[in-house]
């Protein structure tokens, strides 16, 4: 194999200097952005509360961290004791994903691209590598271009456009405390000397092991290992659902929470687009109504979009399942819960279930005085003394019992304050009824 030559290797080096010359021409010539770009894309928050800022402008003063192009930079102050903010993604990369260039957060929910695209069930995929990011770039250029800029491309264009879990989630309101300056590093080892001219904060540093407090602009862009997502994502797992029952005769939905300015036509006036309403009874002194529909899919439809989010007249109402009146009552027996889903204690001195009455035996003697029943047929034997002055008989003659008995007679049984106290069923049994607590008491204190 023959070597090459110092002046062949020079020459590549050359052409390959040309090249890249020329290529960087190329690109210095090429419009990055094709639109004018007077004015960024943000959401409220980062654009702070106060309307008369001041915000420069450089073009292509940084790339992108997403696509690593040039694209035009904005800085600006959101509001007194705030830290400057600017963009940190080109308005394409923004585009296609419908978020904030600073915080990367959804223009429409305020919520991380994560939690957007699990509540909407949207898988897209950006490609990484240099190559394919860039194929990929330029077909979303061209297709935001063909668009009218109201909706967004790509797969979100396609996807449904709320979503219950987004809805429940969703910030509307600006959060101002998210622009406030970071912590002052030099005041945390207590060798800051500025004092209140610092425009750091003097607080405590939070738990550096939390979660939080790892985030990664790329992670927060591609929808993955973001921490505030799996934070939100964990909320909406444990925040109550409205599940159908499993008895699909049931198309009634309970009203609840009405008062006196909610109508029958107002009710109608909304519940009216999920189907066909057969029914609507309001209860006025309950303060609520019940919605029959006409088929299982329109209750399970209004059931699924009226949850929590019923709002008539300024109040709030509570949208639950209707069941039947055998349910409901076997429900409220068996878990202590009222029609209106409140948990009631039981109530104090009610005496307990009666227990079951005992097996009629004809060969057993009636026992009147509730005595054990070992006992009682000994005790009702035992016939009287004989009255006072005449003698027993002799021995031999005479009823039989007179043989049993010794001189002594036969035990009596105790008295009524020394037996055991039975099971009380009802309050008439108890003993200490009517004041008679404190004689008790004050026998045991004797």
């Not at 192009?69 to 990369?93: A, L």
């Not at 993955?224 to 444990?238: F, Q, Y």
Request: glycine share 8%.
């Amino acid at each position: 194999m023959r070597g090459r030559s110092p002046l062949s290797a020079c020459r590549r080096r050359r052409r390959l200097g040309l090249l890249s010359a020329v290529m960087w021409k190329r690109h210095r010539g090429l419009d990055w952005e094709k639109q004018r770009n007077d004015f960024p894309i943000l959401c409220q928050t980062c654009l702070g509360e106060n309307p008369y800022i001041r915000m420069t402008k450089e073009k292509y003063g940084k790339e992108c961290k997403i696509c690593a192009r040039p694209f035009t930079v904005f800085r600006w102050c959101p509001g007194t004791r705030m830290r400057f903010k600017k963009t940190e993604v080109c308005q394409t990369c923004s585009k296609m994903k419908n978020v904030c260039q600073t915080c990367l957060l959804d223009l429409e929910y305020g919520l991380p691209i994560q939690v957007r695209d699990t509540g909407l069930s949207v898988k897209d995929e950006v490609p990484k590598s240099d190559v394919n990011k860039e194929y990929y770039t330029q077909n979303m250029e061209r297709e935001i271009a063909n668009s009218d800029g109201t909706r967004p491309v790509g797969q979100l264009g396609k996807a449904p456009s709320s979503s219950d879990m987004l809805l429940k989630l969703a910030r509307t309101t600006p959060y101002y405390k998210r622009n406030r300056p970071h912590i002052c590093s030099f005041w945390v080892k207590g060798e800051c000397k500025r004092g209140e001219e610092c425009p750091y904060r003097h607080e405590k540093p939070t738990d550096p092991d939390d979660p939080l407090a790892d985030q990664n602009i790329k992670d927060r862009y591609y929808g993955i290992n973001d921490p505030v997502a799996d934070k939100l994502l964990k909320r909406a797992s444990t925040m109550p659902r409205l599940d159908p029952p499993d008895d699909k005769s049931i198309t009634t939905l309970y009203i609840g929470g009405l008062g006196d300015t909610v109508t029958d036509g107002e009710l109608k006036s909304h519940f009216y687009q999920f189907g066909e309403i057969r029914t609507i009874t309001i209860v006025q002194r309950q303060q609520c109504a019940f919605i029959q529909f006409a088929t299982r899919q329109a209750a399970e439809t209004a059931a699924e979009k009226s949850f929590n989010k019923l709002i008539i007249n300024g109040r709030r109402l509570t949208v639950k399942w209707g069941r039947s009146q055998a349910a409901r009552g076997k429900e409220g027996i068996k878990d202590g819960v009222s029609e209106m889903g409140t948990r009631l204690d039981p109530v104090p001195g009610l005496p307990g279930a009666l227990p079951p009455p005992p097996a009629l035996d004809e060969e057993a003697p009636a026992n009147y005085f509730n005595l054990d029943p070992s006992t009682s047929p000994a005790v009702m034997n035992i016939a009287l003394p004989p009255p006072p002055g005449i003698n027993p008989p002799p021995p031999g003659f005479g009823p039989p019992m007179f043989h049993h008995m010794g001189p002594m007679g036969p035990p009596m049984p105790p008295p009524m304050s020394m037996r055991p106290p039975g099971q009380i069923h009802y309050p008439s049994q108890d003993p200490q009824r009517m004041g008679a607590h404190a004689a008790h008491g004050s026998r045991h204190g004797d």
